[in-house]
């Protein structure tokens, strides 16, 4: 056991609350959510910043000895990679997103460059017996949220919003609903239920408004999947609605045919039956009328409101209207009008939303 001080700690890490003088172990288990600390090797001019626990971002520097998890990822838009089966210290990893998450990189996106190298310096190390000193590995589940056995929403309305792709414009018409509705006089709790550990999103639902926010990180998951996303889309509606809020923005990450598990959400009755409107954000017009047959044919759901760069002028809001047949309203310019059409598709209606303002 040897002890080293970290100059970053990875937004990824926030449940274990890392400090800086942390201890650590040469026996490194490779499992998805693993504390482990590097030294990075390589600089970069892109993709060259951490979030850190506070939700500010920190440029990663050659030398910088950080505290991450490992973890997988499969983004169309950025690095994808695994966890490998053995790590061993002072074997090369890679840093595959901001939040902190580390794996063997397999893919890489042109407009990132290469990512990150790393050398891992070994298991951080976690003292939960008090005036013991035996240090067990740590893991992100730690001071995790427990995951809910079932649905429990107390009657509280959720607006889904979900995405043609990646940076369709999902949390830009997240954010400004959160704002609209609470300008509305509506108490607004908001979350992220898929993709890979990263908190700026919902740090922008929380600048927005949003009366609490939280992310599946919070309940101990790196990067989702198929096969653990229903369950953190029940176990997150069912914290956010403890709060008693008038209504829950939720954000699916990634797209609609993305590897995430937002089918797997979208084909849950229990949570596709919780959705009062959909919101679809969509990167042009051909997204926008393919997102909502999808919608519509493999998951039994109306798309309420189409959003996202396919509606960034009057143009592309004709053209999804007329092609599509539901309501296009674009989230950066006319949130007031994007919140009127979810709210005439809620349980809410305008007129009580009127009546709380």
């Known amino acids: 056991m040897k002890t080293i001080l970290l100059d970053k700690i990875g937004s990824v890490t926030l449940n274990c609350r890392v400090s800086r003088e942390v201890r650590l172990s040469d026996e490194i288990p490779a499992v998805e959510g693993g504390v482990v600390a590097v030294r990075v090797l390589n600089a970069k001019g892109t993709y060259n910043q951490l979030e850190l626990p506070s939700g500010r971002m920190s440029k990663i520097k050659p030398g910088d000895v950080a505290a991450v998890a490992l973890g997988h990822r499969k983004a169309l838009f950025g690095y994808s990679g695994f966890v490998p089966n053995e790590v061993k210290t002072g074997d090369h990893l890679n840093i595959l997103n901001l939040g902190g998450v580390l794996g063997v990189c397999d893919a890489v996106n042109p407009d990132l460059g290469e990512p990150f190298v790393c050398e891992v310096l070994g298991q951080v190390l976690h003292f939960p017996y008090l005036a013991e000193r035996i240090g067990v590995p740590a893991h992100i589940n730690q001071g995790a949220l427990p995951l809910a056995s079932r ?164 143009a592309g809001i004709r053209l999804v209207e007329m092609q599509t047949g539901v309501a296009a309203r674009n989230a950066r310019t006319d949130a007031a009008a994007l919140a009127d059409v979810v709210l005439r598709a809620s349980a809410l209606g305008q007129e009580d939303a009127q009546a709380r303002a």
């Open 151 to 314: 649905l429990d929403l107390r009657g509280i309305p959720v607006v889904a919003i979900v995405g043609s792709s990646m940076s369709a414009g999902k949390t830009a018409a997240a954010c400004a609903l959160v704002q609209a509705l609470t300008h509305k006089g509506l108490k607004v709790a908001a979350g992220k239920t898929t993709g890979v550990s990263l908190r700026r999103d919902i740090l922008a639902m929380e600048d927005a408004g949003a009366a609490k926010t939280l992310i599946f990180t919070d309940f101990g998951i790196v990067t989702t999947t198929r096969d653990c996303a229903p369950n953190l889309a029940r176990s997150l509606l069912s914290e956010l609605a403890d709060e008693r809020p008038d209504v829950i923005v939720l954000e699916l990450g990634d797209g609609l045919l993305g590897l995430y598990g937002v089918d797997a959400i979208l084909d849950d009755l229990e949570v596709r039956q919780s959705f009062c409107s959909v919101v679809l954000a969509a990167s042009d017009p051909v997204a926008a009328w393919g997102g909502v047959r999808l919608l519509q044919e493999r998951h039994q759901l109306a798309t309420t409101v189409v959003t996202g760069p396919a509606t960034d002028n009057t």
